[in-house]
């Protein structure tokens, strides 16, 4: 699939193949506004609902979202996915919601996320994810039901010595991970985050670490751990 022209008009890639439940495979996706260009486009939902998407050819796109892009995509294994440029996304909402057969996950680089509340939520086979590019200094903020019921999921790699200081929330971020065996470093949160249900039902949770820096906050009984 080639996309020719010169100008973004903003709507970029989105939506492009959305529902496409019997499409099984994609080729190469090419663009005059490439991996080469400094120009970007986003490719929210562009995949998603493709049940029965199994392989996507190389994207010679810079993408900057990438919100709900394979969400639903059901078929999709680690093998078979192909992303787009992310140096550039801010944004990964959703984009691999209910993805049950990804099994492993290889970002360029993702230092300049900010939103990634239900990234791989759902996605049952993940046994392993490296965030690559997220360090203390990074602008990720919402990690909410991140990797909510990511049952194989073992543990997340991350580039550097903690997540980002910035983080607001991580309500309900692991909850349900049952094969959870260890946790990111948590930082010195710079402001309140939210942390409920953070590590609910962790069946094999044993690294106690996560509450040596989680936030307390005063309230009529007095101190409190946001857990």
């Not at 193949?17 to 939902?45: A, H």
């Amino acid at each position: 699939i080639a996309f020719t022209g010169t100008k973004n008009t903003g709507w970029g890639l989105r939506f492009f193949f959305y529902g496409s439940e019997q499409l099984e495979e994609v080729g190469n996706i090419t663009s005059t506004i490439n991996r080469k260009s400094l120009e970007m486009l986003p490719v929210d939902n562009m995949f998603e609902g493709c049940k029965k998407l199994r392989k996507i050819g190389h994207i010679d796109v810079n993408a900057n979202t990438l919100n709900a892009v394979y969400s639903g995509c059901e078929s999709l294994t680690g093998e078979g996915l192909s992303l787009p440029g992310t140096k550039d996304v801010t944004d990964i909402k959703g984009a691999f919601r209910g993805c049950t057969s990804l099994d492993t996950v290889s970002f360029e680089d993702l230092s300049k996320v900010i939103f990634a509340s239900n990234a791989f939520n759902g996605c049952s086979s993940l046994t392993e994810v490296y965030l690559k590019g997220i360090k203390p200094d990074s602008p990720l903020q919402d990690m909410t039901s991140m990797f909510y019921q990511c049952t194989s999921l073992q543990r997340v790699r991350i580039d550097g010595s903690t997540l980002p200081a910035e983080v607001r929330s991580m309500a309900t971020c692991f909850s349900y991970c049952s094969s959870l065996l260890e946790l990111p470093p948590l930082p010195e949160f710079t402001s309140d985050c939210e942390m409920q249900s953070c590590c609910s039902h962790c069946a094999s949770l044993t690294d106690d670490k996560i509450y040596k820096n989680i936030p307390e906050k005063e309230n009529n009984y007095g101190k409190i751990r946001i857990n």
